[in-house]
């Protein structure tokens, strides 16, 4: 089964940018959708956005669409989150996950529709 890494999570100021990794390995992460989830202390884990295996279609959450660009890149085996214009109602951990199963994008937005998940990055966003 796919195993997978989330990297490149930090420290930023409002206004900032990063580009998280979700490095997939043991299988090819072009026979996957993947999303990416967040989740803050106290909080339930939430959707962010995801990318469907077979189309590249995408699905973003409205407190991100606009600001984040979800990407999958074969040749390195990886989907990655560009997140410009950061603020800080975007801190928390930040997971990947992924699914053989081609949802409907309506549908891409629930966890529990995901069979393989990373063990999360770390996102702080604070001036």
């Known amino acids: 089964q796919v195993q997978l890494v989330e990297s490149a999570g930090g420290l930023v100021q409002p206004g900032g940018s990063l580009r998280l990794s979700c490095a997939a390995s043991?299988?090819?992460?072009?026979?996957?959708?993947v999303g990416w989830f967040r989740q803050t202390p106290g909080k339930e884990r939430e959707f962010v956005a995801a990318?469907?295996?077979?189309?590249?279609?995408?699905l973003y959450a409205s407190a991100v669409k606009g600001r984040f660009t979800i990407s999958r890149d074969n040749v390195n085996n990886a989907v990655y989150l560009q997140m410009n214009r950061l603020n800080t109602e975007d801190t928390g951990v930040y997971y990947c996950?992924?699914?053989?199963?081609?949802?409907?994008?309506?549908?891409?937005?629930?966890?529990?529709?995901?069979?393989?998940w990373g063990q999360g990055t770390q996102v702080t966003v604070t001036s």
């Open positions: 996950a992924a699914t053989t199963t081609s949802y409907v994008l309506s549908h891409m937005s629930q966890k529990e529709g995901y069979d393989y």
């Open positions: 990318i469907r295996r077979n189309d590249r279609h995408t």
């Open positions: 043991g299988r090819a992460v072009n026979g996957y959708s």
